[in-house]
């Protein structure tokens, strides 16, 4: 009987063969688990963290605009902030157009000259 080797695997069935033992399933389901744990901390520190952080400076920008701020919006309008309502600003960009948009679509508020 001749013994073939398959893709560097003996034949099981080889006289003198030698197997080494698996590793038992819990060392690998141990394993398995430390490294998904590890997986999850460095998502919560390089993701999570840093992005509670932008939400937490973005509520505290948004609560701070008053009437006289200037402010740019996600869409590139610069205008001035002419009435502070609930979920809406009111701006003017210009002598007579006045513009009613969301609070979440503001990007950068400019503060008051005269105040500064």
């Known amino acids: 009987m001749r013994n073939f080797v398959y893709a560097g695997v003996p034949d099981p069935s080889a006289a003198g063969n030698t197997t080494s033992a698996a590793p ?3 060392s690998g389901l141990f394993q398995m688990l430390f490294l998904l ?3 999850f901390v460095m998502m919560y520190f390089l993701v999570i963290l840093p992005q509670r952080k932008r939400e ?6 948004i609560s701070q605009i008053k009437r006289g ?6 869409g590139g309008i610069i205008g001035k902030v002419i ?8 701006i003017k960009t ?4 006045e513009l009613e ?3 979440l679509y503001i990007s950068k508020v400019i ?3 005269e105040e500064e």
């Not at 210009?94 to 157009?97: A, E, I, L, V």
């Open 101 to 103: 948009i969301s609070k």
């Open 111 to 113: 503060k008051n000259k």
């Open 94 to 97: 210009s002598n007579t157009t």
């Open 56 to 61: 937490k400076q973005f509520k505290k920008m």
């Open 24 to 26: 038992s399933a819990a």
């Open 37 to 39: 744990l590890i997986f």
């Open 69 to 74: 701020d200037t402010i740019i919006t996600s």
């Open 83 to 90: 009435d502070v309502k609930k979920d809406t600003l009111k």
